[in-house]
């Protein structure tokens, strides 16, 4: 089972006096042209055929480091991870899962742990651990490692195990919010997607056994403020209603997910170009209309393109005026 979430929600775009909100179900891509300019149409996503799902590599995504010895349990500091405000030695760290604790009681050992250590954070509101291209662990510097940005056209899957501690006196209510941030110009952490992960003693059953939760973005366009930002994620203590408890997490698992998709729109010398990027292989028809109410059957076919490589070059040599728009439909 999941824990709820709270998903991103749809935007809606104006260009050229047209508007569309969401995204059109299908592999359909919308972008609408208007007075020579372009924007891209998007909305919340779901998994489709097509979609081509990419590791992102998180430093220390495990909490491998630095390594703890059976002998002193825990350490409080976690590599590659800062952490806010400072807090004391025992509220935020990492622990070895020691088999010692397999079949013991109680039984504290946690099975589907990634590797041989996972972290622990104190359910106290306002603590939190990060990590960006700047953040600052207990070594005192930024390592840089964490260079990943956003990219225009795709959206991100961020994925963490959980276990609640209840040993330590956590009640259902206590929430962690597990975040996607980017920093601004004024470099303040600014969310672009977020979730509240609640304890459920439905969902959280035991503590040998961690459990995924799962945060999905919106697509990112060329004109979002985070596009080509560093990538940010967090995990921040939200409420604690009658005791504090700590949050063990493990295994953090980002993924960027490339949708079929024509972005980079501009106009040139009185010709509309875009690029369509998708999955290498697939052959998309673009269509084009000035009129929105039209039936898709009434769209006029502009080119067969067939993405032999993953992103391909679109040019429409005749757009026309006024306000027009394409779509990039797949084609079976």
């Given at each position: 089972m999941r824990p709820a979430m709270t998903m991103a929600k749809a935007e809606t775009i104006h260009a050229g006096g047209g508007e569309r909100e969401g995204r059109p179900a299908g592999r359909r891509h919308w972008l609408a042209v208007a007075l020579g300019l372009a924007a891209l149409l998007a909305g919340p996503v779901a998994a489709r055929a097509g979609d081509i799902y990419v590791p992102v590599y998180?430093?220390?995504?495990?909490?491998?480091?630095?390594?703890v010895t059976y002998d002193e349990i825990a350490l409080p500091s976690i590599i590659s991870w800062e952490t806010f405000p400072q807090p004391s030695d025992e509220a935020v760290g990492v622990f070895v899962n020691n088999p010692i604790y397999v079949n013991s009681v109680p039984d504290d050992y946690i099975y589907n742990c990634d590797g041989s250590q996972a972290a622990f954070?104190?359910?106290?509101?306002?603590?939190?651990?990060?990590?960006?291209?700047?953040?600052v662990d207990s070594t005192g510097a930024a390592s840089h490692a964490f260079a990943a940005t956003y990219q225009v056209a795709s959206y991100y899957q961020l994925v963490t195990g959980f276990i609640v501690s209840t040993?330590?006196?956590?009640?259902?209510?206590?929430?962690?919010?597990?975040?996607?941030?980017?920093?601004?110009?004024?470099?303040?952490?600014?969310?672009?997607?977020?979730?509240?992960?609640?304890?459920?003693?439905?969902?959280?059953?035991?503590?040998?056994?961690?459990?995924?939760?799962?945060?999905?973005?919106?697509?990112?366009?060329?004109?979002?403020?985070w596009a080509g930002r560093h990538i940010g994620i967090q995990f921040l203590c939200t409420a604690s209603p009658g005791g504090q408890g700590y949050w063990d997490l493990d295994n953090v698992r980002l993924t960027e997910v490339l949708t079929p998709a024509l972005v980079h729109p501009r106009m040139s010398n009185g010709q509309f170009q875009a690029t369509l990027k998708s999955?290498?292989?697939?052959?998309?028809?673009?269509?084009?209309?000035?009129?929105?109410?039209?039936?898709?059957?009434?769209?006029?076919?502009?080119?067969?393109?067939?993405?032999?490589?993953?992103?391909?070059?679109?040019?429409d040599s005749t757009p026309g005026q006024g306000p027009r728009y394409y779509m990039a439909l797949q084609v079976p």
């Open positions: 998180v430093p220390n995504a495990s909490f491998e480091l630095p390594v954070l104190v359910n106290s509101v306002g603590l939190a651990i990060f990590q960006d291209y700047d953040a040993n330590f006196g956590a009640v259902p209510g206590s929430t962690v919010q597990m975040s996607l941030y980017y920093r601004d110009g004024s470099d303040d952490m600014v969310t672009f997607a977020s979730t509240n992960i609640v304890y459920d003693p439905n969902v959280f059953t035991g503590v040998t056994n961690l459990v995924d939760c799962e945060l999905d973005s919106i697509t990112v366009r060329a004109t979002d403020p999955e290498p292989g697939l052959v998309f028809q673009i269509l084009a209309t000035s009129d929105l109410t039209l039936p898709l059957a009434n769209w006029a076919s502009v080119a067969t393109l067939t993405n032999t490589t993953g992103s391909i070059a679109f040019v």
